[in-house]
């Protein structure tokens, strides 16, 4: 089928690369005309401006993939002016889920569709696939699914969990994707995921920070432990209870410099973290290592450690981001 794509950053323009290979045809849009340009080269239809979605086939389907707030705001209400009725404008960033709730209640008297889909796979998912947690109406989500198939995972190589073949249904959790409910849902979901990402980010982190300074430790001259963190990254990959992404993104960081040295520790949160501290507060559910882990991200922006090193490598393994300086 037909999507057009708003936003070709390290996510956006590695979603549209996959979906053509599926074989689907993209309409691109970005403010940067030389991120527009590398798509056309590869098969893309260039869209200059917001109007020229109209060229598209309908019913249409738009995603927008740009920062979560104001630029995702302004883009959403410039699309709902341009497309037609029975029209899908997808917003696959990191917004606040609340934001959907309200988003999803505009478009709908407008007779436009509005799909929230938490989108986790980061510089990965181009080859990987990318696992979406979507909010909205069986509708719209009815007529976007060959476009949600094409970019999520599948079942690949993973082990299915032990029952699943009884399963009653027609769950697409299996193949990376999932319908979690109304406008907002989607957003709900990937806001907890990433509060719990949060989580077992710092247990990492705080693990290797004492490997790092386990010489401290008093056991005697004889007894010195210096371990080498890039081997016990890489055996805890080898059947061990905490193997995980997050665990090989880790050991790859470790691999190439045990020291961190390119990294300060400075510790940036996306937001996410924030809500789902805020949507526990709401429920009075205790969230004591999630609330934790994000307040450290507040501290490494004072007084830095290698735990947050470690946290910043991670961060950077899997989603590309830099470490910004605080101002």
Request: glycine letters at 12%.
């Amino acid at each position: 089928m037909q999507l057009g794509m708003i936003g070709l950053g390290k996510m956006g323009g590695n979603m549209v690369r996959r979906l053509m290979r599926a074989g689907h045809q993209c309409f691109v849009h970005d403010l940067d005309p030389k991120n527009i340009d590398a798509l056309v080269k590869e098969g893309a239809v260039a869209v200059a401006k917001l109007e020229d979605f109209k060229k598209m086939s309908g019913p249409r389907a738009v995603w927008v993939m740009v920062p979560a707030g104001d630029p995702t705001e302004k883009t959403v209400q410039a699309l709902a002016n341009v497309l037609d009725k029975g029209d899908v404008i997808i917003d696959g960033g990191n917004s606040n889920y609340k934001d959907d709730v309200r988003r999803g209640r505009e478009m709908k008297a407008k007779g436009i569709q509005y799909v929230d889909v938490g989108t986790s796979g980061g510089v990965w998912g181009l080859d990987r696939g990318y696992c979406m947690m979507i909010g909205g109406s069986d509708e719209a989500i009815k007529q976007i699914d060959p476009i949600l198939k094409s970019l999520a995972p599948g079942i690949g190589d993973v082990e299915r969990t032990p029952g699943r073949e009884s399963f009653k249904g027609s769950s697409t959790a299996e193949q990376g994707y999932l319908h979690t409910g109304p406008c907002g849902a989607g957003h709900f979901v990937k806001m907890i995921h990433n509060g719990i990402e949060y989580g077992m980010m710092q247990s990492f982190a705080e693990g290797f920070d004492i490997f790092k300074n386990a010489h401290k430790l008093d056991n005697g001259a004889d007894n010195q432990f210096n371990f080498q963190l890039e081997e016990i990254a890489e055996v805890w990959r080898r059947g061990s209870v905490v193997s995980s992404w997050l665990l090989d993104l880790t050991a790859i960081a470790l691999l190439q410099d045990p020291q961190l040295a390119d990294y300060t520790g400075f510790v940036q949160d996306s937001g996410e973290g924030r809500w789902t501290v805020q949507a526990a507060i709401e429920e009075a559910v205790p969230a004591e290592v999630l609330t934790a882990s994000l307040f450290v991200r507040f501290r490494s922006r004072q007084d830095h450690t290698f735990a947050e090193k470690v946290l910043s490598a991670m961060r950077h393994q899997f989603g590309g981001h830099t470490e910004k300086p605080h101002k």
